[in-house]
């Protein structure tokens, strides 16, 4: 799984367990104090693993159809770009796969915004 625009690693986080596994998370963002604040976070917890990388996400720097799942939460709405990052979204899923655009409600009962783009079934 890649996650795009990952911050401090929430949906990451999340995400993960739910991986099985040999399942694995790649955590990218532009801002590498925030991923050194989900490592720091990550200290001494089991797999399935959780690595970080920084990255652009309008130009992701990993080979086309490498990723089963990608997420982006509310990253993508402070993006200047966000199609752009949902097309790279779907060029690294493999084979198959589509995107979605999800509003789901948060606590407080606003919308956040996140795309999942993954493998169809």
Known sequence: MIDVGAGTGAVSQAASPRLGPTGS?????????????????????????????????????????TFDVALSGIALQSMPDPQAAVSEMC?????????????????????????VARRAS
């Not at 104090?33 to 990388?53: F, K, S, V, W, Y």
């Not at 899923?93 to 407080?108: K, N």
């Open 91 to 115: 060029r690294v899923l493999r084979q198959g796969a589509h995107s979605e655009r999800r509003c789901p409600p948060d606590g407080g009962g606003r919308k956040t915004a996140m795309a």
């Open 25 to 65: 998370v790649l955590a990218v963002d532009l801002a590498s104090e925030m991923l050194a604040q989900l490592r720091h976070r990550l200290d001494g917890h089991t797999p399935p693993p959780i690595m970080t990388a920084v990255m652009d996400a309008g130009f992701l720097g990993v080979r086309s159809s």
